[in-house]
């Protein structure tokens, strides 16, 4: 019972640091992020199976871990407020061609990198093509051009 206790806490304890870091982490791993990464699963890996490392125990652990992400995947597919709450919501960083600072602040995303993601995703050049700039749940920034009518000439 231990083990599975641990299991929830180490699981709990991620995914509120998950959140916490933001969206952009997860979608960008630098170098040091990834470092990061492993020494956080190194360590989370010793906090789960404690003294007793055996393949009891680890399968233990294995499977807490995975009955608590399929119980948190029902959760999301039950009570819409569940996912928000669990994944976090969409955030605007461009609304209708007008950037939004404190969104780039808070998610901690540059100019550079929305138009980094219009010239791969749209093959557009200058922010003023673009009329909706999101970062999505999962980490990744979604561009909507503008309509050609509403584009400047280059």
């Known amino acids: 019972?231990?083990?599975?206790?641990?299991?929830?806490g180490i699981y709990l304890a991620l995914?509120?640091?998950?959140r916490s870091a933001?969206?952009?982490?997860?979608?960008?791993v630098t170098v040091f992020d990834f470092v990061l990464l492993l020494i956080i699963a190194e360590t989370s890996g010793q906090a789960l199976v404690g003294d007793d490392s055996s393949v009891t125990n680890t399968?233990?652990?294995?499977?807490?871990?995975?009955?608590?992400d399929v119980a948190l995947s029902y959760a999301k597919a039950l009570w819409p407020g569940a996912g928000a709450v669990i994944d976090g919501t969409p955030t605007v960083l461009i609304a209708q061609g007008v950037v939004q600072p404190r969104a780039l602040r808070r998610s901690r995303v540059t100019l550079d990198e929305i138009l980094e993601s219009a010239r791969t995703t749209q093959g557009l050049k200058r922010l003023d093509q673009i009329d909706f700039a999101v970062l999505e749940v999962g980490g990744?920034?979604?561009?909507?051009?503008?309509?050609?009518?509403?584009?400047?000439?280059?």
């Open 59 to 68: 399968l233990v652990v294995i499977v807490t871990l995975v009955l608590v």
């Open 22 to 28: 933001g969206r952009r982490t997860l979608a960008q």
């Open 1 to 8: 019972m231990d083990s599975v206790l641990r299991a929830l």
């Open 140 to 154: 990744g920034i979604s561009i909507v051009p503008k309509p050609p009518d509403e584009k400047t000439p280059p």
């Open 15 to 18: 995914l509120i640091v998950t």
